[in-house]
């Protein structure tokens, strides 16, 4: 009788056991998938932040020459400011290039030399984010994804609003330098991206960055190109206001409409694979703790 009731319960440890396994199992589906739903999650808040960010970022585009013609307009060609300086610099340039070539183009003069320096404006600010791009990846991988985005995100506001107020070209400049410098939306959004996907979604998640890109170079520039032509009494001489400055508050709701948005529904994803990973294995644990006591118990009760 005693050997029958000890198999017996040996048999019902092993179902037990069984039953866990399958238990484990079912467990580590559903973390799987909540893990992988709560990545599709995380990428559609970054491909609608991003969307209103690349929107934001475009709409000065077409805007550069004639926001530069207009500071010609009020502070004149005297060399002795930063505006004067430079278009006689860009216009020494031009000159020497036009000793390579017979570009119609540049034989436009002044305004050549406009279109010239809000190119070189354009590249200004792409030289800056090269520059700052891996102090901002580093300090992401230090201090976390979200937390960095929103100190970028704090630095976009802050230029946009000095664009409203910048009625001299140096504040507009100024203005420039900090967008160059504050820009690291896109490469914290692919960064996020990548923490929040696996190998076969990862391809899915980074064609939204795509999306966002050519949704936003098509629709920012004619959002531009719209208020180019809307140029109104903020844009005359005097004004303490930008010459489109319109178009400068536009682009600004833009940007505290994605800050709030990013604030109030993007998690830190910097431990996001570990973490869900530490709460499968703590629970994983605990139930093969559960399992070896009630074994222990069974052998006791076999010595017995």
């Not at 475009?58 to 060609?77: D, F």
């Not at 507009?172 to 991206?193: D, K, M, P, Y």
Request: aromatic share 8%; glycine share 6%; hydrophobic share 45%.
């Amino acid at each position: 009788m005693a050997s029958t009731a000890s198999t017996q319960r040996r048999s019902a440890a092993v179902a037990v056991h069984d039953s866990d396994n399958n238990s484990d199992d079912d467990t580590q589906t559903q973390a799987v998938a909540r893990q992988a739903a709560e990545g599709r999650r995380i990428t559609r808040i970054v491909f609608i932040a991003l969307l209103l960010d690349i929107l934001s970022f475009t709409i000065i585009l077409p805007l550069l020459p004639r926001s530069l013609e207009a500071y010609k307009a009020r502070e004149g060609s005297d060399p002795s400011t930063l505006l004067g300086w430079t278009l006689s610099s860009v216009e020494q340039l031009r000159h020497r290039i036009l000793g390579w070539t017979t570009s119609r183009f540049l034989q436009q003069g002044a305004r050549a030399d406009l279109v010239l320096l809000g190119g070189m404006l354009g590249s200004l600010y792409s030289l800056l984010q090269c520059v700052v791009a891996p102090v901002i990846g580093r300090v992401s991988d230090r201090l976390g994804r979200r937390r960095t985005l929103m100190v970028c995100m704090a630095g976009n506001v802050i230029w946009t609003v000095l664009w409203v107020f910048s009625s001299s070209f140096e504040s507009f400049l100024l203005a420039r330098v900090i967008a160059g410098l504050s820009e690291g939306n896109v490469q914290i959004s692919n960064t996020v991206i990548a923490d929040v996907t696996d190998a076969s979604t990862r391809s899915k998640g980074m064609a939204l960055v795509g999306i966002a890109f050519a949704v936003g170079f098509t629709l920012g520039p004619s959002i531009g190109a719209y208020f180019s032509t809307k140029m109104s009494a903020e844009g005359t001489g005097g004004s303490t206001y930008a010459p489109f400055a319109a178009a400068a508050v536009f682009s600004l709701a833009l940007l505290l409409a994605e800050s709030l948005y990013l604030y109030f529904k993007l998690p830190e994803t910097l431990h996001f694979k570990k973490s869900t990973a530490d709460d499968d294995t703590d629970t994983v644990s605990e139930k093969e703790a559960v399992v070896t006591k009630q074994t222990v118990e069974n052998n006791s009760d076999v010595r017995r």
